[in-house]
Nanobody
């Protein structure tokens, strides 16, 4: 099993910053990649940022230069630092852990709400 728990969402004014945290751990699998997705109201879930076990990162074009994904391997934590937030960043943010074993497994956190007011 894999445990995924997000925290750190909230309400912030445009131009502000927030840091989301994801506690991802497993006694069964080795966690390698961890992703952050978001789902704006009435829209589909979309990939925001991803980080590999070697700390390589990738970002969606909409957040590149404003968001930073990082991880603390010792603490089994992944962070999403969000700066210069815009109203269009308003969404429920989910931490996602893909596991590749006999097949692919996808583990999701419960989500954390980020609301950016204009």
């Amino acid at each position: 099993q894999v445990q995924v728990v997000e925290s750190g969402g909230g309400l912030v004014q445009a131009g502000g910053s927030l840091r989301l945290s994801c506690a991802a751990s497993s006694s069964t699998f080795s966690i390698k990649a961890v992703d952050w997705y978001r789902q704006p109201p009435g829209k589909q879930r979309e990939l925001v940022a991803a980080i590999t076990v070697g700390d390589s990162t990738q970002y969606s074009n909409s957040v590149k230069g404003r968001f930073t994904i990082s991880r603390d391997h010792a603490k089994n934590m992944v962070y999403l630092q969000m700066t210069n937030l815009k109203p269009e960043d308003t969404a429920v943010y989910y931490c996602h852990v893909p596991i590749f074993s006999d097949r692919r497994y996808d583990y999701w956190g419960q989500g954390t709400q980020v609301t950016v007011s204009s």
